[in-house]
């Protein structure tokens, strides 16, 4: 496990107080040369289903972080506090640790968190962009966000997190699953499976109140789900006016399969046993927690 805070002297990404994209680049391949064009196709997807432009939509995300900067350094103690003896806490917790990059670094709001693979290498890259938009640098919002991001990584590392799916409805059921296996990697870490750091103004209250119908909502639109149309995940988008539904969603159904296999079993499993699990989990429409 490797820590690396990139965030020491950003402002030379900036001119004038706005951001620089071409001088965002040189830092960008100061970190590894892949995660420019790794970073900007993500952004040019997003940019191209025309829900969002980078003008209207990213620019004032990246140059809130040039005036934020008090915000910025509170997000750099909290990460340097965090990391500190994290490689011992996930041993104590799992008897494992993760072969992983940490990185704290300027994005293109490719997300708070984001698990990749670049040259065999994996990283954990944590935007301090979306951190900031999301409010997520405080203590427990941003220990939340790690853990959840190296809940990716211990899936990817001892079981299969990323499979060659065939359609469009396995492909967020998948989804559904990998985000649960990172929330309940989350909460066991945190040491409390009540706790969500998307949690805000009375939102895991009111999904608590309306699981049954946000599970057999999520199983009727698996036919005719997008990226486009999909209100489960992410902070653009919205079920019934609530953010990030299909993070709770992921934790209690992985709570429910884990209370028939252990963690560990469940790391290698394929969109059929996925599939049939979230049948039961759809069907048990009075479990309880």
Known sequence: MNILNTLTDISNIYKDGSFDIHKWEKYINLINPKLYQLCFDDMSESISTGLVSFEKDYLPILNN?????????????????LTNGLERELIKKFNKSVDVEIVLYLGLCNGAGWVTKVDDKVFCLLGIEKIIELNWQGLNEF????????????HNQYGVLERKIES???TFLW???????????????FGDFEYFHQDCNGWKLWCEDNLNQIKIDFYNDLNSMTFENQRYFGDWVKYYSHSDVGYFLAAKFIRFVCKKYSFDKI?????????DLYIEFVEQSKFKF
Do not use: C, P, W
Request: aromatic letters at 16%; charged letters at 25%; proline letters at 0%.
């Open 65 to 81: 972080v040039f005036i934020q900067k008090e915000e910025v350094n509170r997000a750099i103690k909290y990460f340097d506090i």
């Open 143 to 154: 220990r939340g966000l790690l853990y959840h991001e190296l809940g990716h990584v211990f």
């Open 267 to 275: 790391l290698i499993f394929d969109i059929d046993k996925v599939s």
């Open 168 to 170: 469009n409805k396995d």
């Open 175 to 189: 989804q559904l699953f990998t985000e649960g296996v990172a929330m309940y990697f989350e909460q066991m870490l």
